[in-house]
């Protein structure tokens, strides 16, 4: 099992900027891919970055160049840069792990999910 914790989210103003962080814990030892999802009130949940353990990163096309996925300074932790908010990126963000070598963007592939923050962006 692989255990998720999120933090990082909060209320802030449109154009600025939230990092998000998520921890995992527990069976990691053979590398684990991560990624960040989001869901808004009355919208189905939507892939927003990904990056696997070897490196490799996928983002949401439409929100390339605003967010971006890093690895933290801990093992195991993920970053997500949100830069330049707008009131449409108010949702629950969701982190998830796999352990297959792929940043994966469809929700179906992940294994394991964190409890969600939320990220409230007001204008």
């Known amino acids: 099992q692989v255990q998720l914790v999120e933090s990082g989210g909060g209320l802030v103003q449109a154009g600025d900027s939230l990092r998000l962080s998520c921890a995992a814990s527990g069976r990691t030892d053979s590398g684990v891919s991560m990624g960040w999802f989001r869901q808004a009130p009355g919208k189905e949940r939507e892939f927003v970055a990904a990056?696997?353990?070897?490196?490799?990163?996928n983002y949401a096309d439409s929100l390339k160049g605003r967010f971006t996925i890093s690895r933290g300074h801990a093992k195991n932790t993920v970053y997500l840069q949100m830069n330049n908010l707008k009131p449409e990126d108010t949702a629950v963000y969701y982190c998830?792990?796999?352990?297959?070598?792929?940043?994966?963007?469809?929700?179906?592939?992940?294994?394991?999910w964190g409890q969600g923050t939320q990220v409230t962006v007001s204008s």
């Open positions: 998830a792990a796999h352990t297959t070598a792929f940043p994966h963007r469809i929700a179906g592939n992940y294994d394991y």
């Open positions: 990056r696997d353990w070897l490196g490799f990163t």
